[in-house]
């Protein structure tokens, strides 16, 4: 993640999402200059985790981080005018079980009725 963070501080972007992050459980990593959400799989799997890296002082906007799964978190940024929320889908790719797949987009489409 550090190399990804020292890229990112060459461009003028304070946040990027990222998948494949290979973290387990969910939470937040704080280093020294940036912070990283996640959400990963809790069987050790690794497959799928996505997550959002954030520079600079965008940190202290930050209202909330939700993980609902590997393959879905949210975050939500205070803004000068209106609050953000960024989500993060990781989609299964064809080859994966019909459930699989059907279980994703129930939630995912969970995500456009919740408040």
Known sequence: MQGVAEELAKTELEIIVIQETRWPGAGLIKKKN?????????DQIHQADTGFI???GIIDNIIGFEAMNERLCKIRIKSKYDNLTLINMNAPTEGKADTEKEKFYEKSNRLNTKK
């Not at 912070?35 to 799989?41: A, K």
């Open 54 to 56: 954030l520079l600079g």
């Open 34 to 42: 940036f912070s990283l959400f996640y959400s990963g799989t809790k």
